[in-house]
């Protein structure tokens, strides 16, 4: 079994697979891909994913090769594949549960405020990037806040870290970023003081990824 995945320091849907992939102790590689060289436009990775986009993970399994991409299909097939720890709760409900929580983030915050939206935005509104980020990730942090409370345990879902928890993490990053203010979002800050807790999200941080910027240059 050999597991590549394309990722960029910075990127928090890469940044959710990398946790994935500690959380289940999987060795792995990391093929960073410059997105600030446009090299995500490239022939090589337009071929591996259309959208031009990290991340992807390259699987070698036992004469079969896979070219997995978004994020949510790839932690879904890597708690299928290797199901111990389980990303993903016992229960029918509870699964329901956690993947509506991180679909919280990955279809109602993440796609209003990357990069390459942002960027479309700031073209055709001056200096509108920041603050359409800012708005739509503070208003879908409170829909969160709200969502996790209601049946937090330690983490998002119980007290055993999972899928929720990987979107989680990247997004508050996200929210420092963009310079939203965290403090309405108590549940979800001791969530993410619990996960930061644990080795396999400290090792996911984009300080700790082999494409982060030297000091004093990271843009
Ligand atoms: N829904 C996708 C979102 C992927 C995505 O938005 N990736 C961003 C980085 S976080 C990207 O590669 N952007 C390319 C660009 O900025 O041109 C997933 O969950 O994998």
């Known amino acids: 079994m050999k597991l590549v995945l394309r990722s960029y ?4 849907s890469a940044w959710r697979v990398r946790i994935g992939l500690r959380l289940k102790s999987l060795a792995h590689e990391i093929a960073p891909v410059d997105l600030l060289a ?5 022939e090589a990775h337009l071929a591996r994913n259309p959208m031009g986009q990290v991340p992807v993970l390259e ?19 890597l708690d299928e594949r290797f199901p111990d720890p389980p990303l993903l709760p016992p229960d029918l409900a509870g699964r329901a549960r956690v993947r509506a929580l991180a679909e919280i983030v990955n279809s109602g ?13 700031a073209e055709l509104v001056p200096h509108g990037g920041k603050a359409w980020a800012a708005h739509w990730i503070a208003s879908g942090l409170g829909a969160l806040e709200t969502a996790v409370r209601s049946g937090a345990g330690r983490f998002c879902h119980a007290d055993s870290p999972g899928l929720a928890d990987c979107y989680l993490v990247p997004q508050l ?8 203010d965290l ?26 990824q082999p494409d982060f910027p030297p000091e004093g240059r990271a843009p």
């Open 109 to 121: 915050i993440q796609p209003l405020q990357n990069s390459a939206v942002l960027k479309r935005i």
């Open 59 to 77: 699987v070698e399994d036992g004469g079969t090769s896979l070219v997995l991409t978004q994020s949510m299909a790839i932690l879904e097939w």
């Open 9 to 12: 320091w910075r990127s928090s």
């Open 183 to 208: 403090a309405p979002y108590p549940t979800l800050r001791r969530v993410e003081e619990a996960c930061a807790a644990l080795a396999p999200f400290q090792a996911a941080r984009p300080e700790r």
């Open 173 to 180: 990053q996200n929210a420092r970023r963009y310079g939203v």
């Open 38 to 42: 446009g090299e995500q436009f490239g």
